[in-house]
């Protein structure tokens, strides 16, 4: 059965569909859609495309479970930066959906939120989570674009771990509890951000 957190997501995507549902009416046509700008395209480049949930979190080595995990609970934060420019971190990074697009499963490492927080939340103890494991899940640096773009693979982005860069590959980049993960393209930010001020009970 899914537990809690799952069982509200469920709600709030059922909610929401009502809404949508509901603010449409035949007797009113729909208002002209403005040509996205660049800078949204660019945005919505960097979403969660919900179709391929279950596939993302098979690629990225995860299970899909039916409820978080209680054997290991700890929270990292990422920050994603292009030229110091903040990306959004989608919520529901590492959520399967059903084809009435509802969260049907969850693996041990996923968003809630679009705060940057990564929640690892597993059945066991013991396994390490990547960054690179986050990307999967995401669907993001996957090579199929140009350098820098969402799309376009690791190649010439930096990480940062509490302020220090790091000499590995950013895809093996390990999360630990409370670490501030800053993954950054073009021009370095200044200061890097060094620390996260978590919610309490995180």
Known sequence: MLNKRLAVALTVSALLAGVTAC???AQTAPAPVPSPSPSATTAAAWGLDPAGGAQRIK???LDILTAEGTAEHYHAHLDVLVDGKAVTVPAEIGFSFGADGRPNGISALHTHDTTGILHIEAPTAGQKYTLGQVL????VLDGTDATGAPHG???GWTAYVNGTKQG???TEVVLKAHDEVVLSYGAAPSPVPSSYNFPAGL
């Open 23 to 25: 603010g449409t009416s």
């Open 59 to 61: 690629a990225a080595g």
């Open 136 to 139: 999967k899940e995401w669907g």
């Open 153 to 155: 693979g690791t190649g």
């Open 168 to 170: 590995t590959p950013v």
